[in-house]
Each structure stands twice: as structure tokens, then as C-alpha cells.
């Protein structure tokens, strides 16, 4: 059974850093067929992609959040971080993890979703 | 970055309506074309996959066609438990983006 969860801090400060970290099963990030995404979705709004970190650790990001993310994966605890800086009111949002099965590019499997505040 | 927009953002439907739901990308994507699903205060549910692939264990009356930049998602005899936010994502090129969302509301 594949499963996703989402944990890390419910509010942040302006101007601080955000680290997240999606705890899988199921599955072996070292899978090559097998990798995690990031996405998040502000309060009524739209998903958005975020990162990405593939088996071989190749790693990708959108582009306006480039400068102030990064993604790492720890193999051995079956764990993907995700680590935002200068955090603002603007990126308060429900941070997903998806599995994404890269034969086919499919997110087939998210996480319940962690909500994030940001606020002083 | 490539552009997704799906129209329209809203429709009002009733059940057993067939229902199509757009997405254009501003460049071509050959069929790397995602649906997805989302009901209030859940994650996405995967329903389509390379533009017409049913994704394991989701109801026949989805289905998905298209290539290039235009795309269809068709909900055929809507059922009470398809009332829902879609969602088109491309993954044909980095960053992999979204549209910005078609509801479904009776």
C-alpha cells in the first residue's frame, strides 16, 4: 500500500524558512521508475507545482520559487524534504507530496496535504 | 514556462448530464496531459493520465482525448459524487504546470 504524509510546522514566521518533510511507503525512492513531487494550493486557489527529486537525486523547480527552494531525498528513511526561505503571507498554503511514476508522469499518489500559515 | 488554461472555471450541471471540461496549452505537449479531482478539504485524486489513459480503479464514465495543445476531459452520466473541482497538469517540460481549476456544481 503506497502512502504519503505531509509533516512540518503549521505557522511560520515572515521571513523564515519552512522545512517540510513527506514520509513514504510503499514504494523505494530509489525506484527509478519512482520519484516525489511538491505542490501546493493557497486557501481557494489553484495547485501549483513546486520541485521535484528524482531516484538519481537530478532535481527540478518552477521557476518564480527557484531562488528560495530546495529538495533533498533520504533514501534510507524514506524521506523527501522540503525546505522554502523567506517565507511570506503569500505562500500560506496546503503543501502536497505526490509519488509521480515517471514511465508515465502520472502523480498517482498525494499525501493528505499540510496546511501552512504564514504569519507573525 | 508553458501556459494551461481550462475552460470554463465553472459550470452548473445536473446529474446525468454529460459534461466536457477544456484545457489548451500555449505550446504543444505532445499527450503529456494529466485530470485530475478535488473535493473540498481533499488532494487530488488522479483520474487521466497521458491525455486518455483511465487511471486504475477510476469509474469508466471519465474519459480524456486530445494532443498537442487542445484537450477534453468528458464526465458521461454525472453522478452525485463527481460534484468537484478538475484540474489539467502538463508534465511534458519543467515546471510542470496546472490549469487553474474547472467546478462542478449542481
Known amino acids: 500500500q503506497v502512502t504519503l504524509k505531509e509533516s512540518g510546522p503549521v505557522l511560520v514566521k515572515p521571513t523564515g524558512t519552512l522545512t517540510l518533510t513527506c514520509t513514504v511507503s510503499?514504494?523505494?525512492?530509489?525506484?527509478?521508475?519512482?520519484?516525489v513531487s511538491w505542490i501546493r494550493q493557497p486557501p481557494g486557489k489553484a495547485l501549483e507545482w513546486l520541485a521535484h527529486?528524482?531516484?538519481?537525486?537530478?532535481?527540478l523547480f518552477t521557476t518564480s520559487l527557484k531562488s528560495r527552494l530546495t529538495v533533498s531525498k533520504d533514501t534510507s528513511k524514506s524521506q523527501v524534504v522540503l525546505t522554502m526561505t523567506n517565507m511570506d503571507p503569500v505562500d500560506t498554503a496546503t503543501y502536497y507530496c505526490?509519488?509521480?511514476?515517471?514511465?508515465?508522469?502520472?502523480?498517482?499518489?498525494w499525501g493528505q496535504g499540510a496546511l501552512v500559515t504564514v504569519s507573525s | 514556462d508553458i501556459q494551461m488554461t481550462q475552460s470554463p472555471s465553472y459550470m452548473s450541471a445536473s446529474v446525468g448530464d454529460t459534461v466536457t471540461i477544456t484545457c489548451r496549452a500555449s505550446?504543444?505537449?505532445?499527450?503529456?496531459l494529466n485530470w485530475y479531482q478535488q473535493k473540498p478539504g481533499k488532494g487530488p485524486n488522479l483520474l487521466i493520465y497521458?491525455?486518455?489513459s483511465l487511471q486504475s480503479g477510476v469509474p469508466s464514465r471519465f474519459s480524456g482525448s486530445g494532443s498537442g495543445t487542445d484537450f477534453t476531459l468528458t464526465i458521461s452520466g454525472l453522478q452525485p459524487e463527481d460534484f468537484a473541482t478538475y484540474y489539467c497538469?502538463?508534465?511534458?517540460?519543467?515546471?510542470?504546470?496546472f490549469g487553474q481549476g474547472t467546478k462542478v456544481e449542481i
Open positions: 505526490a509519488r509521480v511514476n515517471i514511465v508515465s508522469y502520472k502523480f498517482d499518489y
Open positions: 510503499g514504494f523505494s525512492l530509489s525506484d527509478v521508475r519512482m520519484s
Open positions: 527529486v528524482f531516484s538519481d537525486d537530478e532535481k
Open positions: 505550446q504543444t505537449i505532445p499527450n503529456h
Open positions: 497521458s491525455a486518455s
Open positions: 497538469h502538463q508534465t511534458y517540460r519543467a515546471p510542470w504546470t
